[in-house]
């Protein structure tokens, strides 16, 4: 594999010209803190603004959902117009088990999403149009979004509202300014098989700003990253895909210089990209066992009870489903009632992160989610559910302070899940820390797993998000 920025990612090559490549123009944008277009003092009163505006959201009893049913025979939950998704029953098939996984609700969701961010250049910047978006479980009402962040069934109006503002700049076929273009996985935990289309547009027209958008720079987003339930998970999975190409620079000793050059394409990794490619590929055709969708009704041998207000595991898991109203004055529709996954605590997510060779590493997992489409994907070291445990969890978890350099609290997905968080971390390894690891295991660079990611469902979506937030390390 080159390991050259590609100048286009996901579309057809841009023509060579004296102009910067865009992997530079993205960095030159990372490295710009604030911006004269919009400063970021006039952004924290905007969005401040913005979540004190009348959103509402309140738990309801499934029987007060409107154009939603649990169908009679198999007791799937199910939109009436047969659109949007549907909470049916999962089944794993493992054949190293003696017999079947227990069957657990998932979310059904076969149509793919659009989540893109349309990009200019102001005084030589690229900046990124960027919206305050209400969804019913987001922590703090609001957070900042991708420009356009809308199902299938959203840009088809099949919800009978608006329109979907911003969405004429990612359907155009053949756009000439199509700097991302990618299918990605979401969670395989609570999803089956779902994937939304990445995109990052550049555009040189003029967009009027609606009063829930403004133009920043990755700069910009990269600090606002660092804050609690700001930056939501739509925006930092569409960021984890651009392509960054950090100017040449001497070695550095600090952690934050390491993170520049292992994003960086001279970055000496400990394995190559082929190793790396052959090695996941191993993992996917090894894997043994599958799935199969199964009534939400056959769950209840494997210990989940429908209520009034909830469906639950007898003995406890990690989610249960739950139904809400929801009301917001700026969304298509202005009031709506629709099933969410409640988490029953937080999720950890964490990259354990040390030098070889002179060059910072990161180590991943190969891991499947019962949901997962094409089997193991590149996950970060800890990914733990809540409540659950996993290798090095307790080792993330006690680092001192001067290995901890990234500790975020960030949100999951509003629009399918209720109030759910993450804690994100990046930690140094300690002294000692093996560098040999078990076969699921490999050390990759910054950079080996942005161009993973550039390939389309290698790279999952926790990892992806731990991606996007390394370059607010330094």
């Known amino acids: 594999m080159d390991h050259r920025q590609p100048a286009l990612v996901g579309a057809r090559a841009l023509p060579d010209t004296t102009q910067p490549s865009i992997g530079r123009r993205f960095m030159l944008s990372l490295q710009a803190a604030d911006s004269p277009r919009f400063p970021t003092s006039g952004f924290r009163r905007w ?62 969701q076969p149509e793919i999403g659009t989540l893109g961010i349309l990009v200019k250049e102001f005084d030589g910047i690229l900046h990124c149009l960027m919206q305050a978006k209400m969804e019913p479980g987001n922590i703090g009402s609001v957070q900042l979004s991708p420009t356009v962040q809308a199902t299938r069934s959203n840009y088809r109006r099949a919800h009978g509202g608006s329109r979907v503002r911003y969405l004429e700049h990612f359907t155009r076929p053949g756009h000439p300014e199509v700097l991302v273009d990618l299918l990605q996985s979401e969670h395989g935990s609570y ?14 027209a003029d967009v009027p700003e609606h009063e829930d958008f403004h133009w920043l720079t990755l700069g910009q987003i990269s600090r606002l990253l660092r804050q609690e339930h700001v930056v939501n998970m739509d925006a930092r999975t569409v960021l984890s895909c651009i392509p960054l190409e950090p100017a040449a620079g001497p070695d550095g000793a600090g952690f934050p210089d390491a993170v520049l050059h292992s994003l960086g394409p001279q970055a000496a990794p400990r394995h190559s990209d082929a190793e790396l490619t052959g090695w996941l590929t191993s993992a996917r055709a090894g ?18 009870i429908r209520g009034p207000g909830s469906i639950t595991r007898r003995g406890g898991a990690d989610f249960a489903v739950i139904a809400v109203r929801a009301e917001a004055d700026n969304r298509e529709v202005p009031s709506w009632t629709q099933p969410l996954v409640e988490l029953t605590g937080p999720a950890v997510h964490a990259f354990i992160a040390r030098r070889l060779d002179g060059m910072l590493h990161v180590l991943v997992r190969a891991s499947a989610e019962r949901g997962s489409l094409n089997g193991p994907e590149l996950a970060p070291t800890v990914q733990c559910p809540p409540g659950g445990t996993a290798r090095y969890l307790d080792q993330v978890l006690q680092a001192p302070p001067d290995r901890v350099h990234f500790d975020v609290a960030q949100s999951e997905e509003g629009g399918r899940f209720h109030l759910a968080r993450t804690r994100n971390l990046i930690v140094e390894a300690e002294d000692g820390f093996p560098v040999d690891q078990p076969e699921e295991y490999r050390w990759m660079t910054l950079d080996q797993l942005a161009r993973m990611t550039r390939l389309g469902q290698h790279v999952n979506i926790q990892a992806r998000t731990l991606l996007a937030c390394a370059p607010s390390v330094w």
Do not use: C
């Open 47 to 108: 969005f401040a603004e913005r979540r004190k505006r009348a959103f509402t959201v309140s738990r309801i009893p499934f029987a007060e959902l409107d154009q939603w049913y649990f169908e009679a025979d198999g007791g799937n939950l199910r939109h009436r117009t047969g659109r949007f998704f549907s909470i049916e029953g999962l089944r794993l098939e493992d054949g190293d088990r003696s017999g079947p996984d227990p069957a657990r609700p998932i979310i059904v």
């Open 191 to 204: 999803f089956l098989h779902k994937r939304n289309r990445h995109m990052m547009v550049e555009t040189t």
């Open 287 to 304: 894997a043994d066992g599958s799935v199969r969708r199964v009534p939400l009704t056959a769950t209840e041998a494997d210990g989940w």
